[in-house]
């Protein structure tokens, strides 16, 4: 028998905001326990919620980014249920009117092009965070309460796991170069929930569902749904049913795990939160915010590729993240040559930030001080190898090259009226090396250079060099 | 300190020329406030020790003036309980933006005021520090929820007082009292430091003997506030400016709904000779129908229970407030602390509301709830396309003796008909006392209720009314001794 | 409608995190139907075509700018807290959450 997948996912991200989504506590990841947080966040008695217009801004470049349609009028909902990180015991969030419906992305998965559409985005508050104690306690610490979600939760259409992760990488990239939120799934700014149901190939019911929460790489999203194909296929062609439950996927044995079987829909008692009265998103607002769009991953890799003529391998690595493209793009800006900005910051850069385990935000470089070596570069007024200890400078300090090079007279020696005379000289103390150079011996040119190099400490540049030495040559 | 025979004006003036100091006043207020508690139990916390503004300012007409608050809202420093189990200990680390205001204005915050548990009743029965009684009759309630605040002003502890209404609870327990309470438009008021108990029916006001005194403090504490996302920008006027004046030409309705033989004969009477009085004096009386009247009690019951249902969620008692001490566990920590924290009352309006919003619930309870809402309200639009105000009576009786309806939750809800309205549609509305009743001997509440944003003709006809019968030279017979 | 049972009050009861005796409940449960078919009487009313109103406000929800802002200090969010430790609220260990959010 032949089984059909169907697979849905609700994705939350974290906004990118320096405040809460209700409350104007600091929105900050890593504060000691409770340091983040006012008597909103903690829902004491008398308090409002008012709503952060950043939140807002963020949603709708998401929602335009997805070609999604942005809803004319838009309601916050209460949703209830009891629970230690939820402190009114109801999840301000958006039910009936969501911020945006009807978007999709497009993938490509297994050679062809897809479009995997969302059903609706809304914005909502985030929890506490709670620590089990092995004591017979739990600890809430509630600094993460109120920080603003975008929950984006996609139509039930897929039907494999590559498909899903396809759709992942995509929307990924599509909210990350928004910039709206830094997509981080170490860091719980992206986290992702699915659900599987499999039923016999032209039965038209969906099967029952199965849903697992917070996965925690795309790689355990692949593992966990295909895991979860194979289990529910066993149980249908042993003559079983699928229970509708919430399965974990362990990471150890790679098999998914009943966490609960769910009695029913849990009765969550939506309802109009009476506290905040209605926003209707102006058209101006939207068309703003579309103008100022920034670049998406594809814009820019078809600039990359096409304008820049970078390998559409380096154009990948330097998209990978938002940052890094927008750093090349400011580096290019600053009068860098593409290709070699590119060059350099798929391997110092990107070594650099490997060895001591930096982000490009934290480190002294800076997109000008990058293109202004590469500038000295070009122009020849140093050398490669030069640049090297140029770029160590440059990167731990952020020195400005060109005053670094200046300083320490590291410029190289291109000025011909300079060399001219000392090429000169050295030929006509090495008459052997010329002849060696007619007798067709390459080495000979070698030689020459190096004695150049050593009367001038290495600052020659090799490319003047040997450009006057042929011409001193080929006229003897 | 007795305020029976004192307005804020009158304190002012005193405190300006020397002749009472604001710190002893404070002191002095404290002081009556404990002797005539015992008998009327009108406070939950008195500040015997309540801050006095420095350089005091007195173009500032409230700068010395003890002012109560009910113990729904909340008083940075000083307890705040809604009068439950479940708040008992409750010390607030933040400041309502009402108490922001009066003190700002220099004014002297004495004490909390009783009331119905989270506001939900009408007698102060259902609070967890035991009830009020009412000054003109000690067997009898106060009337309720702000029946603390009431009772306080009624028998002189206070010259004015803050109150909050959701359903009537400014205005009944002001009808009860025979004392001017006015509530305003819905987001007139911000209610950042309001306790909750249906956001979208909670309105704070005012409770005073005299109407001067209550535009006084509403002049104070309404306008826009950033930390209330339903407070109106709206300017505020000066609500002083609309007293004294008459009433010719003023366009009066009268709902016909509201003078029903369900209204008891002394309130019937009392409240006919002002409206008869209105008319001899110019007013256009205009006899009209809100024809949704007699579905306002469910729909009320319905919408408070559900919002209140969400808001009182949060008392868990995982982060403040009561927590059981027996849970063993967290669903224990939970259900023991809430079953044990909350009074009936308030575990039926819960249980109502949650039921309310429930799956399979939802659409045939408060889906139609909301949508009937929509009819009351326009009833009301239509009655203002002609009108100035609505008058009627606020209640269809006096106020009745303690224990006697506590038991009956049904009869006890039919008590709000004629208030319920102003808060499903948000318009101001008061209560001024029209005089005691011939059957009962107690006071009577004249209603007026204006246009959304028309305090000003609530206060006009209000202001006429107490100058006609003077009713705030009687005094309350029950603290005779 | 369908009899308010005791078993409708006990589902509701478990939403709303309370408990009745059996003694409470059978005071409750017939004042709970009593209120409910109170409620039944909406039904009565023609609602064909009305929207529903949820609020009764002169404009739509304003803004906040985007600017972080210290109000309380942990000290100060602990000063209720029934039961605490190393700045962490302390409640019976959580054993499973009945819920996404
Ligand atoms: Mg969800
Ligand atoms: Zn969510």
């Known amino acids: 028998m032949n089984f059909k997948s169907t697979i849905g996912l609700e994705v939350h991200f974290e906004l990118k905001t320096k405040s809460k989504i209700f409350s104007p506590s600091p929105v900050t990841y890593g504060a000691k326990p409770n340091t983040e947080t006012n008597v909103i966040d903690w829902g004491y008695p008398g308090t409002l919620p008012m709503v952060n217009k950043e939140v807002y801004r963020l949603g709708l470049m998401v929602a335009l980014a997805t070609h999604s349609h942005v809803n004319p009028v838009t309601h916050f909902d209460r949703k209830n249920y009891f629970y230690p990180d939820n402190p009114k015991a109801y999840q301000i969030t958006q039910f009936f009117k969501p911020l945006a419906e009807n978007g999709y992305v497009e993938v490509e998965v297994h050679g062809q092009k897809k479009k995997i559409h969302i059903h609706e985005m809304h914005i909502e508050e985030d929890a506490g965070k709670n620590t089990h104690g092995t004591n017979g306690f739990s600890y809430v610490d509630y600094n993460r309460q109120g920080v603003p979600l975008l929950e984006v939760v996609s139509e039930p259409e897929m039907t494999d796991p590559d498909e899903a992760v396809a759709y992942l990488e995509k929307l990924r990239e599509i909210v990350q170069f928004t910039g709206a939120s830094d997509v981080k799934m170490e860091e719980g700014s992206m986290r992702i929930d699915t659900n599987i149901s499999i039923r016999p190939a032209g039965q038209k019911e969906f099967g029952t569902k199965v849903e697992m929460k917070n996965l925690n790489s ?36 790679g098999k998914t795990v009943l966490e609960r079987v769910k009695e029913g829909d849990a009765d969550y008692r939506y309802f109009p939160e009476p506290d905040l009265a209605p926003y209707h998103i102006k058209k101006e607002w939207v068309d703003e915010i579309a103008a100022n769009l920034p670049k998406t991953a594809d814009e820019r890799r078809d600039i990359y590729v096409n304008e820049y003529g970078l390998k559409p391998y380096d154009a990948n690595v330097l998209l990978q993240s938002k940052e890094s493209s927008d750093f090349f793009d400011k580096a290019v800006a600053a009068g860098a040559d593409p290709k070699q900005a590119a060059n350099w910051m798929n391997t110092q850069v990107n070594g650099y930030l490997n060895e001591n385990h930096a982000e490009l935000k934290d480190i002294a470089l800076t997109p000008e001080n990058l293109a202004a070596m590469i500038k000295l570069i070009s122009d020849g007024t140093i050398s490669s190898k030069i640049a090297k200890k140029v770029f160590a400078e440059t990167v731990a300090n952020g020195t400005d090259p060109k005053k670094y090079v200046e300083e320490n007279g590291m410029a190289q020696l291109s000025d011909e009226s300079v060399l001219t005379p000392m090429v000169k000289e050295v030929v006509d103390n090495n008459p052997q090396s010329v002849e060696d150079f007619k007798n067709g011996k390459d080495r000979a040119i070698g030689f020459l250079v190096g004695q150049i190099m050593k009367q001038t400490r290495g600052k020659a540049n090799p490319k003047v060099i040997n450009k006057l030495l042929l011409a001193d040559l080929n006229a003897r | 300190m007795n305020y029976l025979n004192e307005t804020i004006d009158s304190l002012n003036d005193k405190l300006k020329k020397g002749e009472l100091d604001a710190k002893q006043l404070a002191k002095d207020t404290a002081e009556n406030i404990k002797k005539t508690d015992e008998k009327i139990n009108a406070f939950i916390t008195v500040d015997e020790d309540a801050k006095v503004a420095e350089d005091l300012n007195f173009d500032n007409k409230l700068a010395g003036v003890p002012i109560a608050i009910k113990d729904n809202i909340i008083t940075e420093g000083l307890k705040t309980t809604a009068a439950s189990h479940i708040l008992y200990n409750f010390e607030p680390v933040y400041e309502s933006t009402v108490v922001a205001k009066l003190k700002a204005a220099q004014a002297t915050i004495i004490g909390k005021t009783n009331m119905d548990e989270f506001a939900m009743g009408s007698s102060t029965e259902t609070s967890y520090f035991g009830d009020t009684k009412n000054p003109w009759n000690l067997n009898k309630v106060p009337g309720g929820s702000s029946g603390g605040s009431a009772a306080a002003v009624a028998s002189g502890e206070v010259v004015a007082a803050l109150g909050s209404d959701t359903g009537g609870s400014i205005r009944q327990p002001a009808s009860f009292n025979g004392i001017f309470g006015i509530k305003p438009t819905y987001g007139r008021v911000s209610r950042w430091g309001l306790i909750a108990f249906a956001s979208s029916l909670d309105q704070i006001g005012v409770m005073s003997k005299r109407v001067k005194d209550s535009a006084e403090v509403l002049n104070v504490i309404a306008g826009a506030d950033d930390r209330d996302a339903t407070v109106s920008e709206k300017e505020v006027p000066d609500y002083t400016a609309f007293l004294g004046k008459d009433v010719k030409g003023l366009r009066v309705a009268v709902p016909k709904e509201y003078m029903s033989d369900a209204v008891e004969a002394g309130v019937k009477k009392a409240v006919q000779a002002k409206i008869d009085l209105l008319k001899e004096n110019g007013a256009i009386i205009n006899e009209v129908s809100l024809p949704h009247t007699k579905y306002v009690v469910p729909t009320y019951y319905i919408i408070a229970s559900s919002e209140a249902s969400a808001n009182l969620e949060r008392y868990d008692g995982i982060r403040y407030g009561f927590r059981a001490e027996d849970a063993k566990n967290l669903e224990e920590v939970f259900v023991k602390s809430r079953s044990e924290g909350f009074g009936d009352e308030v575990k039926r309006r819960i249980m109502l509301g949650s039921f309310a919003l429930s799956a399979g619930a939802y659409d045939k309870f408060f889906l139609q709830a909301a949508k009937v ?39 006890m809800y039919n008590n709000d008909i004629l208030t319920i309205s102003a808060n499903m549609a948000g318009i101001p509305a008061a209560s001024v006392p029209a005089g005691l009743s011939e059957t009962t001997g107690m006071p009577v509440g004249f209603q007026i209720m204006g246009n959304r944003f028309d305090e000003g003709h609530v206060f006009q006809v209000a202001d006429f009314i107490e100058r006609s019968n003077k009713f705030y030279e009687q005094k309350p017979a029950g603290l005779e001794d | ?81 029934p039961d605490k430790s190393n700045g962490f609220v302390k409640v019976p260990v959580i054993i499973d959450k009945d819920d996404d959010q």
Not at chain 2, 382 to 389: L, R
Not at chain 3, 47 to 59: F, H, I, L, N, Y
């Open chain 1, 218 to 253: 795309f790689e355990h999203v692949r593992l966990s749904l295909a895991y979860e194909q194979k289990r529910q296929e066993q149980i249908l062609l042993s003559g079983g049913r699928v229970q509708i439950s919430t399965r974990r996927f362990d990471t150890n044995t």
């Open chain 2, 373 to 411: 809402r929509t009819l009351i309200c326009q009833d009301f639009a239509k009655v203002f396309e002609d009108n100035d105000v609505i008058v009627g009576p606020v209640s269809t009786e006096t106020a009745f003796d303690l224990n006697s309806e506590i038991s009956d939750p049904i009869k």
């Open chain 3, 1 to 81: 409608m369908e009899k308010v049972t005791n078993d409708t009050i006990k589902h509701v009861a478990k939403l709303a995190k309370l408990e009745f005796s059996d003694e409470e409940l059978t005071k409750f449960t017939p004042q709970m139907g009593k209120i409910l078919e109170m409620a039944e009487e909406l039904q009565a009313v023609n609602t064909d075509g009305v929207e529903e109103t949820v609020q009764v406000v002169d404009r739509d929800t304003v803004f906040r700018d985007d600017v972080p802002e210290k109000w309380q200090t942990r000290d100060e969010m602990m000063k209720n807290v």
